[in-house]
């Protein structure tokens, strides 16, 4: 006696619990909102020698991760040395990428980005994921002084 398909697949749903759960997807684009609690654009002054310091202004970061674990950085941001006793002048703004790859492990995202040549790579980062966003906190390094920065990005489905 042949049993149909259809009675099979329903025994299996039966012995298995049911449908498995539909796993939310994390593909999709998200915009930087924050940068270490302040809202973009935000600017980060970064200690360096006999009192001059590193002007970092962030005026967008878009993270774009698809399907297949590979991910697109893209940012828009001005920077500049500023000498002590000066003021900081008006630069133009610049714009840069970053690809690589990306891991998922419950609610924690590894961004592993893809070797430039004639570059040194860039660190891995690692991101906490809860819902619609992502923080990820890391350090940036100029010469000796590192700045911890924390950036907090949001789902928005109107970027590419």
């Not at 893809?114 to 990820?136: F, W």
Request: hydrophobic share 35%; no cysteine.
């Amino acid at each position: 006696m042949e049993i149909p398909l259809y009675k099979v697949a329903a025994l299996w749903l039966v012995l298995h619990g049911g449908v498995a759960p539909h796993l939310p997807t994390i593909d999709g684009s998200y915009v930087a909102r924050t940068l270490n609690g302040r809202a973009l654009p935000a600017e980060l002054r970064i200690p360096a020698t006999e009192g001059d310091f590193r002007l970092f202004r962030l005026e967008q970061g878009v993270l774009r991760l698809s399907p297949g674990g590979r991910f697109t950085l893209y940012f828009r941001y001005y920077h500049q040395l500023v000498r002590r006793g000066t003021r900081p002048t008006v630069t133009p703004v610049l714009s840069e990428s970053e690809t690589g790859t990306y891991t998922i492990d419950a609610n924690r995202l590894t961004l592993m980005p893809a070797r430039k040549t004639g570059r040194r790579s860039n660190p891995t980062v690692v991101a906490t994921i809860s819902g619609d966003e992502i923080r990820a906190t890391y350090l940036l390094q100029n010469g000796s002084t590192r700045e911890r920065v924390a950036l907090v990005l949001r789902r928005d489905e109107s970027y590419w």
